[in-house]
C-alpha cells in the first residue's frame, strides 16, 4: 500500500494565492483512504459531497465542484493582522 494521502488544509495555502485546487482523481483517493466510506470508483455527487464537508470541517472557507467536473477548488479566507508596533497599518 502506498502512503496515505493528506486532506488538504488552509495553511497550505498564501495570502497571494488563497485558493487550491483538488483534482478530481486526488479527492477519490482521499475518499477511499476514509475507512468509513464504501470504495467508490467514479467522482461521484456521494464522494463531493463527503470532501466538501470535510473541506468546511478542516477550516476552508469554501469548497465547490468546479465548472468541468474535474475537481474541487478550495478557498480560504486570509486575515491580515498589522503587528501592533506599526500603528499606521491599522
Not at 494521502?5 to 483534482?23: A, C, K, L, R
Request: hydrophobic residues 40%; negative net charge; proline residues 10%.
Amino acid at each position: 500500500m502506498g502512503r496515505p494521502f493528506d486532506f488538504p488544509t488552509p495553511q497550505s495555502v498564501t495570502i497571494g494565492n488563497p485558493t487550491m485546487f483538488v483534482p478530481a482523481e486526488r479527492v477519490l483517493n482521499l475518499y477511499n483512504q476514509d475507512s468509513d466510506n464504501p470504495k467508490a470508483v467514479n467522482f461521484s455527487q456521494r464522494v463531493r459531497d463527503w470532501f466538501i464537508h470535510e473541506a468546511y470541517a478542516v477550516g476552508w472557507s469554501n469548497a465547490g465542484v468546479d465548472g468541468g467536473n474535474t475537481g474541487i477548488l478550495l478557498v480560504a479566507n486570509i486575515q491580515v493582522i498589522p503587528h501592533p508596533s506599526y500603528p499606521q497599518l491599522t
